[in-house]
């Protein structure tokens, strides 16, 4: 099967503002989501194995 696009990719990084301002203010792309989310609720505690209380997701195109 061959492949005809792509629908998304996810990235994490370690400064998302300083991701943020290069992905926005050099290459030109804008937010159209951004939303901090609880990871201590769920089964989130379980997936993010980590000290941070929430995680903030940020999609731009």
Known sequence: MD?????????C?????KSLAFYRD????????????DTTTGGLPYTYKHDRKTRRTVHIR
């Open 3 to 11: 492949a005809i696009g792509v629908s998304h990719i996810a990235i």
């Open 13 to 17: 990084v370690r400064d998302l503002e």
């Open 26 to 37: 050099i290459l030109g792309m804008h937010v159209t989501f951004d939303e901090v989310q």
